[in-house]
C-alpha cells in the first residue's frame, strides 16, 4: 500500500514508532484499519482482475465470441457421399435429398384416424401396419423411407400431429443396368454393399465434394452390353461376360457383365444376377491361352515362329488322351498352331520349354492371384497345385486353370502392348500421370504376337471378327464346361479376344458367351469363332469411330510390313504380293448381323 | 466549465453507445440476411442435383439410341465414311466457277491412306453453301478448310434421281418399317446411293449390309437441300459453340 492507512494522520504514523502508551482505545483503532486495509487490499485485486480482462477480452481476443453464420464455400456440396461419374463427367451415381417420415405416437392421439389418413395420401402404405405402428408406445418409428417432394406435399396437407419429416439421402443411378456390376449398390443407410460403392464407401464419405472418375465410357458400355444382350439372345446363352481395355494404360473402357440387375432395387433378386462374370467368375479359358502358350515359347528364344510341330499323333498321359478337334494331319508350324488353335502343337511346344519355366511365365501373367481391379468382387485365380506335368499339358491350350476375364484381358494387352504388363484399373489415370508396368515380354516377341493375332482374324479360326479398315486381330477361345468331375460336351464358354488396330494395337475387345447354343445359321458350331467373334466385330465397328481410332487400308505397304505374318511364318509380305491381298482381307462378316440394328419390334 | 466537460464526455458517450447498438442491430440482421442465403444456396444445389441426375437419366444412351432410331434417319458412322485429309483434292484456287467440275479420286477407303483422316460426316453443313461463293484468292489454310465442301457438289447426277418429294419412311429399309406407315412410302424411289449410277461403282462394294445403304454419307446428299435432306443435314451438323444444348448432346454421345 503506497498510502497511509485510512483516518491515521502522518504525523501520528511516526510518532507510533515511539513507545506510546497502549490504551484500549489505541488497540481498536490498529484492529480497525487493518481490517480495512485488507478489505482495500481485497477489492483492488478484484478490480484490477476485471480490468486485466476486460482490457483482453475486448482488445486482444480478436472479435469476441466466435460467428454463428459462416458463407458457404463455393465448392462444397450439400450430399454426404460423392457422386461417381465416367471418363467423360456423366453421372453414374449421385446422392438426392429425400424426405423420410417418422411418427412419434406418443404424440398421435386418435391412430386409427392418423393410419386411415396417412394411407390414403400413400396407397403404397398397408393400413393394419401403420395402424400397428401408430398405436405402439415407442417414442420413433419409420412409416416410410426416402419419400419424393409430391409424397411429401400429400402428408404435409394431412395436417396430421405428431408426425415429422427426416432429412435423408438416397444414392440414385442414372445409368440404371447399364453400369450396375462396375458401380454396384449401397444399402438403405447408404453404405456400399457392391462393386465400386462397396470399394470406394470410405473415399466416397471421406471426401464428398471431389466425384469419383473411372475409367469408364459410357457409350462404349452401351455398345458393349447392347451387342452382348443380342448375342445372348441368338444363341440362347445362359449368360456373358464383356471387357473394353486400353492395352497403353491398363484403364478398362467398358466392363459388363450379364444377366445384370438395376442398382435402385436390388434385393429380392435372383442371386445369379448379382454376380459379376468379368471379374468375380474364374473359368477355364480354353484357347485363349494359346496367346500366352505362343507368347511364352516365342520369348523363351528356344522356338521360332516357323518351328513346326507333330499335331498328328495324339498324346497319351496317364489315363488322358489329348487331341485335336479338327486335325490337319500335319506338322504345323507356331503360326498354324496358332491360327487352327492346335492343342496338340501347343502341348508339344510347352514340352519343349519345361514345366518351371512355364509356371514362372504364368505367374508374371498375373494368373496366381487376384488382379489389380480396385472392385470388391475380385476373383482368385484357381491354379493347379503341385504343378504336375499333366497341369502343365493341359494349360498350354487352356485347361486346369481358371482364371477371371479380367485377369485374361490384362495379360493379354501385355503380350501385344510392346511387353509391358500394366496393372488394370477402373479408375481414370490422370493426363501425364506416370503409368505402372512391367516387362513380361521383350519387344520382339510383342511385335511377332501381333502378326499372329492378325493372321487369326485375317485367315484363321476369327475371321468373322474383321472390320474393314480398323486391322483387327484376336484369338478364339472354346472351353468346355466342368460339371461336378466331368467335362460337359455341349455346354462351353465361348469367347474372342480381338485387339485393334493391329500395327499398333490400342484396344482389346473381349466377349465371353457363358453356354451358347448352336443355330442353323452357324450350322451346329457354338464355338468362339461363331459366337463370340462376329460380336466383337460389330463392337469395334462401333466403338471405332468413338474411340477415334484412324481408318487404314489393311493392304497398304506399312500396314502389311507391321501385321503380316503367313502360315509358314514369313512375315516378308512383298514375297506373296500376289498372294497377299486375298489372304489378308477379310471376307465381309459371316454369322449373323442382327445385333448391331435390332429392328424396333423386336424385344430387347 | 466544468458543467461543460461533463456534457462534452456525456454526449460522447452516448453517441459511442449508439453507434454501438446501431452497428450490433446491423451486424444481426447481416447474419440472418446470411443463414437465409446459405439456406437458399443448399437448396439450390439440391436441385441441380437433382435436375443432373435427371438430365443423366433422360440422356442414357439406351434411351437415346431408341429415340434417334424411331424419330432420326442417321446410322452409326462407319469406317468407310472417314477419309484421309490427302484423299481431298485442292480446291483450283484462281478458278471458282470450274470448282465443281473438277474429278474427284477415289471416294471411301483409299489404297494410299496414312494414318490421318478427317471425318467427312462431321464437315459442318454450312460450309456446302459457302463453296459457291466465288472467293478468288484464298490462304492455304481456308483452302484446306473448304476442299471437303466440293464433294457434293462434284457428283452431280444425284439430284435428278431425287426429285419425288422423301418422306423420311423411305429411308429406312422395308424390313424395318413400321406397318402403321401409309402406303405411299413404299412406292417412292429408294434413294440409296446404290441407286445412283455414279454412287455404285464407289459406295457399293464398301457397303457390307443392306441396311447401311441409308444416304448417311455426304455423297448422297442432294445439292439442292429437300426438305428431308435438311433436317438430315441439320443431324449431321456439329452443334456451335453457343448451342450448350447441342454440345451437351455431343458430349453425351447422341449424335455418334
Known amino acids: ?604 | 466549465m466544468k458543467g461543460k466537460t461533463w456534457l462534452f464526455w456525456g454526449g460522447l458517450i452516448a453517441a459511442a453507445g449508439a453507434v454501438l447498438f446501431q452497428t450490433s442491430y446491423d451486424v444481426q440482421d447481416l447474419e440472418e440476411k446470411l443463414a437465409g442465403l446459405n439456406r437458399k444456396i443448399v437448396t439450390e444445389q439440391e436441385s441441380i442435383q437433382v435436375l443432373r441426375a435427371e438430365w443423366s437419366y433422360l440422356n442414357d444412351p439406351t434411351k437415346l439410341e431408341e429415340l434417334a432410331r424411331a424419330h432420326l434417319a442417321l446410322q452409326p458412322t462407319e469406317a468407310r465414311q472417314f477419309l484421309a485429309l490427302d484423299a481431298i483434292p485442292m480446291r483450283p484456287a484462281p478458278t471458282p466457277d470450274a470448282a465443281p467440275q473438277a474429278p474427284l479420286p477415289g471416294r471411301g477407303v483409299n489404297p494410299a491412306l496414312p494414318a490421318s483422316v478427317v471425318p467427312v460426316a462431321a464437315t459442318p453443313a454450312p460450309q456446302i453453301a459457302s463453296a459457291r461463293i466465288p472467293s478468288p484468292k484464298l490462304s492455304m489454310d481456308k483452302a484446306l478448310e473448304r476442299t471437303p465442301v466440293i464433294v457434293p457438289a462434284a457428283l452431280p447426277a444425284i439430284p435428278t434421281v431425287k426429285t419425288a418429294p422423301i418422306k423420311p419412311s423411305a429411308l429406312i429399309p422395308a424390313a424395318a418399317k413400321p406397318p402403321a406407315m401409309p402406303p405411299a412410302a413404299a412406292p417412292a424411289p429408294q434413294p440409296t446411293p446404290a441407286a445412283t449410277p455414279a454412287a455404285v461403282g464407289k459406295l457399293a462394294p464398301n457397303a457390307p449390309l443392306p441396311a447401311l445403304n441409308r444416304p448417311t454419307d455426304v455423297a448422297s446428299r442432294p445439292v439442292a437441300p429437300s426438305p428431308t435432306t435438311k433436317v438430315i443435314a441439320a443431324g449431321m451438323q456439329q452443334p456451335k459453340p453457343t448451342d450448350s444444348l447441342g454440345m451437351l448432346v455431343a458430349r453425351l454421345g447422341a449424335n455418334r
Open chain 1, 1 to 604: 500500500m503506497k498510502f497511509p492507512p485510512f483516518g491515521l494522520p502522518f504525523r501520528s504514523q511516526s510518532a507510533s514508532t515511539a513507545p506510546a502508551p497502549r490504551t484500549t482505545l489505541a488497540a481498536a483503532m490498529e484492529q480497525s484499519r487493518y481490517r480495512l486495509m485488507v478489505t482495500a487490499a481485497v477489492v483492488t485485486t478484484v478490480f484490477a482482475t476485471i480490468g486485466v480482462k476486460l482490457v483482453a477480452a475486448t482488445l486482444f481476443s480478436q472479435g469476441g465470441e466466435p460467428r454463428q453464420h459462416h458463407a458457404l464455400e463455393l465448392d462444397s456440396t450439400t450430399t454426404n457421399r460423392a457422386d461417381i461419374v465416367d471418363r467423360n463427367g456423366n453421372l453414374l451415381a449421385t446422392s438426392l435429398v429425400t424426405q423420410s417420415l417418422y411418427a412419434d405416437p406418443k404424440l398421435i392421439s386418435r391412430p386409427e384416424e392418423a393410419a386411415r389418413k396417412l394411407v390414403s395420401a400413400l396407397p403404397e402404405l398397408d393400413y393394419k401396419e401403420v395402424y400397428g405402428k401408430l398405436s405402439g408406445d415407442k417414442r420413433f418409428v419409420w412409416l416410410k423411407r426416402n419419400l419424393t417432394p409430391k409424397q411429401q406435399y400429400a402428408v404435409h396437407r394431412l395436417g396430421v400431429p405428431g408426425i415429422s419429416f427426416e432429412r435423408e439421402e438416397r444414392r440414385f443411378y442414372p445409368a440404371g443396368n447399364l453400369t450396375s456390376h462396375v458401380v454396384g449398390f449401397t444399402g438403405v443407410d447408404n453404405n456400399g454393399l457392391a462393386g465400386l460403392e462397396q470399394g470406394f464407401s470410405k473415399r466416397l464419405n471421406e471426401d464428398p465434394a471431389t466425384p469419383l472418375q473411372l475409367s469408364i465410357d459410357l457409350r462404349l458400355q452401351h455398345v458393349l452390353r447392347k451387342e452382348l444382350t443380342a448375342t445372348i439372345q441368338e444363341f440362347s446363352a445362359i449368360g456373358a461376360a464383356g471387357i473394353v481395355y486400353d492395352v497403353r494404360t491398363g484403364e478398362v473402357m467398358a466392363m459388363t457383365s450379364l444377366p445384370d440387375f438395376d442398382p435402385q432395387d436390388p434385393t429380392g433378386l435372383n442371386p445369379d444376377t448379382l454376380f459379376n462374370r468379368a471379374t468375380l467368375g474364374v473359368y477355364e479359358m480354353g484357347s485363349t491361352f494359346k496367346i500366352f502358350n505362343s507368347a511364352l515359347a516365342l520369348d523363351s528364344g528356344k522356338i521360332r515362329v516357323s518351328d513346326t510341330f507333330d499335331a498328328v499323333h495324339p498324346i497319351k498321359i496317364g489315363r488322358f488322351t489329348i487331341n485335336d478337334y479338327h486335325s490337319l494331319h500335319r506338322a504345323l508350324t507356331v503360326a498354324e498352331v496358332f491360327q487352327h488353335s492346335s492343342n496338340l502343337g501347343s502341348v508339344r511346344m510347352v514340352q519343349l520349354i519345361g514345366i518351371a519355366a512355364q509356371r514362372a511365365f504364368m505367374a508374371k501373367m498375373g494368373f496366381m492371384r487376384p488382379t489389380a481391379l480396385e472392385l470388391p468382387e475380385n476373383g482368385w485365380p484357381l491354379a493347379p497345385n503341385p504343378w504336375r506335368e499333366v497341369n502343365s499339358m493341359t494349360i498350354s491350350f487352356g485347361h486346369g486353370i481358371s482364371v477371371s476375364p479380367m485377369h485374361t484381358v490384362a495379360a493379354a494387352a501385355s503380350v501385344i502392348n510392346g511387353g509391358v504388363f500394366h496393372p488394370p484399373t477402373i479408375l481414370r489415370r490422370q493426363p501425364g500421370a506416370e503409368i505402372p508396368g512391367e516387362q513380361v515380354v521383350s519387344r520382339q516377341t510383342s511385335d511377332m504376337m501381333r502378326r499372329m493375332f492378325r493372321f487369326v482374324v485375317a485367315d484363321g479360326t476369327g475371321k468373322s471378327a474383321g472390320v474393314k479398315g480398323y486391322v483387327v486381330g484376336g484369338k478364339t477361345g472354346t472351353a468346355d464346361k466342368q460339371k461336378g468331375r466331368h467335362y460337359q460336351k455341349n455346354s462351353r464358354m465361348s469367347s474372342f479376344l480381338g485387339a485393334f488396330p493391329m500395327h499398333d494395337p490400342r484396344y482389346i475387345v473381349y466377349v465371353l458367351v457363358d453356354e451358347p447354343k448352336a443355330t442353323a445359321k452357324t450350322y451346329g458350331y457354338a464355338t468362339g469363332g461363331w459366337v463370340a467373334a462376329p460380336a466383337v466385330g460389330r463392337i469395334i465397328k462401333q466403338i471405332g469411330p468413338l474411340l477415334d481410332v484412324p481408318t487404314v487400308d489393311e493392304n497398304a505397304p506399312e500396314i502389311l510390313n507391321a501385321t503380316f505374318l503367313n502360315a509358314a511364318g514369313s512375315t516378308n509380305w512383298a514375297q506373296q504380293a500376289p498372294n497377299a491381298p486375298s489372304s489378308a482381307a477379310p471376307p465381309p462378316p459371316k454369322g449373323s448381323t442382327v445385333a448391331s440394328f435390332p429392328t424396333p419390334a423386336k424385344p430387347r
